[in-house]
């Protein structure tokens, strides 16, 4: 009999991606589906995860699964409450999904997996407290203090991309207008690289044919990489409005330090570097205080699988699941 394997699940706005995770947190094997989206039946996304979760796992039994899901998760670890991007509304989650699976599910939100991951593996190692920002099709957060995450008292705490930045601003995917993550995703990057289409033949002209329809957030950094000036320009955009809104958790929570993941971390100093430069003129007494270092996820995009994975490994051989 085949030895069975602990399969880590990120659930995204646009893609699912599940990897069999070995004990030290490698990814040993992956397999990716598109996610259905917010719109779609809740059974249609269920069927997508369990294709890549079954495909994942190649034929071997499963010993447990963590998911890593982009919304808002309740403090007992069973239901999604609400998530903008996908079609789960208050939804028993890891009860159904464990009895399809016949085998433990563990659940949280993506943010805090990633940075459990991180913490593990990662970029966290050694850092007394981190404030976690994962940039994708929105953004999500987690903050861990002394190896510890900061739940709150529903668990949904960390929810930063739905700060509201912009009173009355761009309308967002969980009802509301103005929020951060309008403003600093992969959605903003394209919304700010599309615009940009208008003003002459580019590079991103190029790579997308003429048609903004076409382009996506891997283009615009192939172009920002060789110095497409409209490309770096929505980097730039996304990166000061990240430096602002880490100014603002930076000011409630002084992190050790800040950690930056998801799909959009890729890009690196093409937004890191205006981040922290708005960080530094948008925090209160920069000039007299040391400022948080902002650093690039380790374990990239395949973060919240590795911290879903090690959290469900945890959950099942009694150990601490990081909080």
């Given at each position: 009999m085949r030895t069975p394997v602990w399969v880590g699940v990120d659930v995204g706005g646009t893609k699912i991606l599940a990897g069999v995770v070995s004990e030290d947190g490698a990814v040993l094997r992956t397999a990716g589906r598109a996610t259905p989206g917010r719109l779609a039946e809740v059974h249609h996304l269920e069927e997508a995860l369990t294709g890549a979760v079954?495909?994942?796992?190649?034929?071997?039994?499963?010993?447990?699964?963590?998911?890593?899901?982009?919304?808002?998760?309740?403090?007992?670890?069973?239901?999604v409450m609400f998530a903008p991007h996908l079609p789960w509304r208050d939804e028993p989650v890891r009860t159904r999904l464990s009895e399809r699976w016949s085998a433990p599910v563990f659940l949280d939100n993506d943010a805090n997996c990633a940075a459990v991951a991180e913490r593990e593996h990662g970029a966290a190692r050694g850092a007394s407290s981190v404030l976690m920002v994962t940039l994708g099709t929105g953004i999500g957060g987690a903050l861990l203090v002394r190896d510890t995450l900061v739940r709150g008292a529903g668990g949904m705490a960390g929810e930063f991309g739905h700060m509201r930045v912009v009173p009355g601003g761009l309308t967002c995917e969980c009802g509301g207008r103005g929020c951060w993550e309008q403003y600093c995703s992969g959605n903003a990057l394209l919304r700010a690289a599309r615009a940009s289409l208008t003003e002459?033949?580019?590079?991103?002209?190029?790579?997308?044919?003429?048609?903004?329809?076409?382009?996506?957030?891997?283009?615009?950094?192939?172009?920002?990489?060789?110095?497409?000036?409209?490309?770096?320009?929505?980097?730039?955009?996304?990166?000061?409005?990240?430096?602002?809104?880490?100014?603002?958790?930076?000011?409630?929570?002084?992190p050790a330090r800040v950690v930056v993941g998801g799909g959009l971390a890729v890009a690196g100093e093409h937004f890191l570097g205006p981040a922290r430069d708005a960080l530094a003129s948008s925090l209160?007494?920069?000039?007299?205080?040391?400022?948080?270092?902002?650093?690039?996820?380790?374990?990239?995009?395949?973060?919240?699988?590795?911290?879903?994975?090690?959290?469900?490994?945890?959950?099942?051989?009694?150990?601490?699941?990081?909080?």
């Amino acid at each position: 009999m085949r030895t069975p394997v602990w399969v880590g699940v990120d659930v995204g706005g646009t893609k699912i991606l599940a990897g069999v995770v070995s004990e030290d947190g490698a990814v040993l094997r992956t397999a990716g589906r598109a996610t259905p989206g917010r719109l779609a039946e809740v059974h249609h996304l269920e069927e997508a995860l369990t294709g890549a979760v079954l495909e994942a796992a190649d034929g071997a039994p499963l010993a447990a699964v963590g998911l890593a899901a982009a919304g808002f998760v309740d403090s007992s670890g069973d239901r999604v409450m609400f998530a903008p991007h996908l079609p789960w509304r208050d939804e028993p989650v890891r009860t159904r999904l464990s009895e399809r699976w016949s085998a433990p599910v563990f659940l949280d939100n993506d943010a805090n997996c990633a940075a459990v991951a991180e913490r593990e593996h990662g970029a966290a190692r050694g850092a007394s407290s981190v404030l976690m920002v994962t940039l994708g099709t929105g953004i999500g957060g987690a903050l861990l203090v002394r190896d510890t995450l900061v739940r709150g008292a529903g668990g949904m705490a960390g929810e930063f991309g739905h700060m509201r930045v912009v009173p009355g601003g761009l309308t967002c995917e969980c009802g509301g207008r103005g929020c951060w993550e309008q403003y600093c995703s992969g959605n903003a990057l394209l919304r700010a690289a599309r615009a940009s289409l208008t003003e002459g033949p580019t590079l991103l002209t190029e790579l997308c044919g003429g048609d903004p329809d076409r382009l996506t957030g891997p283009m615009v950094g192939v172009a920002a990489g060789a110095g497409d000036r409209s490309a770096i320009a929505a980097f730039t955009t996304v990166g000061e409005w990240l430096g602002a809104g880490l100014a603002n958790l930076t000011a409630a929570f002084d992190p050790a330090r800040v950690v930056v993941g998801g799909g959009l971390a890729v890009a690196g100093e093409h937004f890191l570097g205006p981040a922290r430069d708005a960080l530094a003129s948008s925090l209160v007494g920069a000039g007299h205080r040391d400022l948080p270092p902002i650093v690039v996820a380790a374990l990239g995009p395949a973060a919240g699988l590795v911290g879903a994975a090690v959290q469900a490994r945890r959950q099942v051989e009694g150990t601490d699941a990081g909080g």
